[in-house]
């Protein structure tokens, strides 16, 4: 298709698509002519893909283009593509030492096997200390029951990625999963706390405004 | 205390406590002399908070003041004040009708309360819009299952911010639960993932870099 085609099956303006393709989060299309480019159902596809790692997960382009070269870039197995996808998905953060061993004690308790690499070990410490730093006395137990929320999604998500007939759609399913999979337990958090919060302190009485 | 021992005990800057209180983030010392002022607890504990706002929750100045407004703004009930608070701290995201209308199905289907003005409304419809664009079409199995995993969460937080004993208390609860409950999710999320592809992808064999 030419790239107005794109333009139209994508939302995405013209200019924007050469801005893509000349940062390189886009292949170029197939040169038919002097100023002309053939593209196929593949760029509409990472087209998509960009578009959601840049407006939903707000990154800026220079980590998109990072992700998408891991994303790009074949490993020995299955597991280490999705890992090294994953861990260019998240930001690793300042951490103490005393931080990181409350997490390895954390992992050791629930006996989940994760590197030392990780960057959600680094993230998750940050949130420790500063849980504690602002008097949250009830820690452990907030983070156990976070932890048993989170796990079945955890094997549910590994499981269906895992089915996925190609590599390239399991690793799709990665970024997709890493970013979206973050908003969506943040609205529905949110949304679910509203109606408990209706129903326990406002008498099940929802406030028009 | 002085400006110093503030600065101590809570690891800011001298400087940068000095330009919080101009830009209205804290609330100015008492006077005590021409270039000296009294901090008390109160303002430690502000001062804390608004770290874990800026530095983990990632929130621009200009947002973290507006947050703090609606948090020093009393409202009738404490349903009214959370709920306040909640939204100051979600951005509202575009939406197409068709978006907002599925969320409002969704949350017809639970039975979930939630007023037409929340963001993480907007929020939701955000990530299922995009979901559909990338073509996940066991979208409703997902959402029901990411529904399912925050609930118990929701109904313990809520609970939880309850019976604490004033609404400061209860307000404080739900600005630092919801940014760093959000980071909790994140990082816990991918821990478990690991943890997941380590043994039904890798048999078991973490893998050592």
Redesign the interface.
């Known amino acids: 298709m030419r790239v107005g085609e794109l333009s139209n099956r994508s939302g995405v303006p013209v200019a924007t698509i050469k801005f893509y393709v000349r940062e390189g989060l886009l292949p170029p299309g197939d040169r038919t002519g002097p100023n002309q480019s053939d593209y196929g159902e593949p760029h509409l596809h990472r087209l ?2 960009v ?2 790692l840049i ?2 997960g707000g990154l800026p382009v220079a980590t998109v283009r990072a992700i998408l070269a891991q994303v790009d870039a074949p490993e020995a ?4 593509q ?2 090294k996808v ?1 861990y260019a998905l ?1 930001a690793p953060r300042p951490a103490t030492d005393d931080e990181l061993a409350e997490v390895d004690a954390f ?1 050791t308790r629930r006996d ?4 030392p ?5 680094s ?2 410490a ?2 420790l200390g ?2 504690r ?2 008097g ?1 006395d ?1 820690l452990p137990v ?2 156990d ?3 048993d ?12 990625l ?1 089915a996925r007939e190609t590599v390239d759609a399991a690793v799709e399913g990665v970024v ?1 999963g ?1 970013v ?23 008498g ?1 009485t ?4």
């Open positions: 998509r893909l578009r959601a407006d939903v197995t299955l597991h280490l999705l890992g994953q998240t992992l989940w096997t994760v590197r690499s990780s960057p959600a070990r993230a998750l940050e949130v500063v849980m730093t602002l949250q009830d907030v983070v029951r976070y932890a929320a989170v796990r079945p999604l955890a094997e549910a998500e590994v499981a269906a895992a997709i890493t979206l999979g973050d908003r969506l337990l943040s609205a529905l958090r949110r949304l679910a706390e509203e109606d408990v919060s209706t129903r326990l302190l406002n099940g929802p406030v028009v405004r």
